[in-house]
């Protein structure tokens, strides 16, 4: 089975740190994602990326950026955290191709900014 | 923009079918469509897809109408741990996935 792994499943940081949120895949998936979720928002797609040190933004970028040094890794970092990047952060992989591939998640990090 | 449309709840007694509807109207040919589900505090989980036929394996089946306009989503024989949040999905090319608000499906003993 795919599984998906992230660092914290809850995380509390002040306004102004620098976060970093990690997630680890280990089925060698080309394709890693970054969403976050919020109520009433459903899921919105903040970077993803198709290979290592490759990435593309999604639908709302503003205030974050990624990195992927290794295939297994993507990381998700806000550079100085605000109250309303207060979210429920998830992380998915899935196999690279034009085909219909599914997507694997991970449990989330339930991040509160104070 | 929305790129799906679902019925913010429903409900569902345990042991019937329960029958979620989706209306994509501007899918487009080479588009597929995706239904996950999503049960509180777990990262969603994926059921199942299509692109024009119906489909169907283990969880659920999935009509697609022939104008590939909207989709139903079919849990034939529902249980208290199908109760969840289950979105659907159109994917564009890019492998971009599009996340509604979904329906909150509530089953009920």
């Known amino acids: 089975d795919v599984k998906v792994t992230q660092s914290s499943r809850y995380l509390v940081k002040r306004t102004g740190e620098k976060v970093f949120l990690e997630c680890v895949q280990d089925?060698?998936?080309?394709?890693m994602f970054w969403y976050r979720q919020d109520p009433g928002l459903g899921l919105r797609l903040i970077y993803f990326?198709?290979?290592?040190?490759?990435?593309e933004k999604g639908d709302i970028p503003e205030g974050y950026s990624v990195s992927r040094e290794k295939k297994e890794r993507f990381s998700l970092i806000l550079e100085s955290a605000s109250t309303n990047q207060t979210s429920m952060y998830l992380c998915a992989s899935s196999l690279g191709g034009a085909g219909g591939n599914e997507q694997f998640f991970g449990p989330g990090t339930r991040l509160t900014v104070l | 923009d929305a790129k799906t449309t679902q019925p913010p709840s429903m409900d569902c007694a345990e042991g019937r079918a329960a029958n979620l509807p989706c209306n994509h109207s501007t899918i487009s040919g080479n588009e597929y469509v995706y239904w996950y589900r999503q049960i509180h505090s777990q990262g969603p989980q994926y059921i199942i897809h299509g692109l024009k036929n119906n489909e169907t394996n283990e969880m659920a089946s999935l009509i697609i109408t022939e104008d590939r306009k909207s989709s139903t989503l079919i849990l034939p024989h529902a249980t208290l741990r199908d109760t969840a949040v289950y979105y659907c999905i159109v994917r564009v090319l890019g492998n971009q996935f599009y996340f509604g608000t979904g329906t909150s499906l509530t089953v009920i003993p």
């Open positions: 089925m060698d998936h080309e394709n």
């Open positions: 990326s198709y290979d290592v040190k490759m990435k």
